[in-house]
């Protein structure tokens, strides 16, 4: 039987408990996803301090947002992978590219070469958070990240098991955005991977 994992994607938007702190980012969850960077310029402005509490402590990734206001896909990618580099968790964190189509900026072949950037560069790929009815645009050596909010327990694996039909490297599912959390002052997406943590953590490496 497959063993499931779960945890938040997080940004600014999300305020933990007074109780708790930026502590929460480790207690909702067994990984954690969070904002990096948007655009050209922006930088989450919580995001130096949830890397202070993850950094070796817990399995995370951060993630760009593709902004249509700004520049090429190619320019915003190098952005973020120049933030991460500057900040010293280029090596640790998994990478991902939020890319909602029809919202953010980018075509399929210019997500694939800004992703063949970053492998010359890093030695790894960064994962695509999709929406589910996009999944087919990406390319397949891409790991997906995909949206569809069920706003159910995701004890409906039989649907993830599914949805990892339709694309060869999905490996991890954004079920909900509404979850209940005691750690965070209101809802939170939530997600599910079936791989186990370590795997998780090498999301996107290049073998």
Known sequence: ??????????????????????????????????????????????????????????????????????????????YYINTLEVLGVINESVLCLDWEEGLTKGTALEIED????????????PMIYVSYSNINLVPELLPVWAARWRDVDAISYNLYSMMRNLHPNIVMWQWTNKKESKYFTSKIDYNVTHLDLKAWQKIGTMV
Not at 21 to 42: H, N, P, R, V, W
Not at 48 to 59: A, E, I, N, P, Y
Not at 114 to 125: E, L, N
């Open 114 to 125: 800004a992703c063949k950037w970053v492998a010359d560069r890093t030695g790894r790929v």
């Open 1 to 78: 039987m497959s063993t499931y994992h779960h945890g938040p994607d997080l940004s600014h938007w999300n305020t933990p408990m007074s109780a708790y702190g930026t502590k929460a980012l480790t207690l909702e969850g067994d990984f954690c996803m969070i904002k990096a960077t948007q655009g050209l310029s922006y930088i989450d402005p919580t995001f130096k301090d949830r890397l202070k509490v993850l950094s070796g402590q817990h399995h995370y990734g951060a993630y760009h947002y593709l902004s249509r206001k700004d520049g090429k896909v190619l320019d915003q990618v190098k």
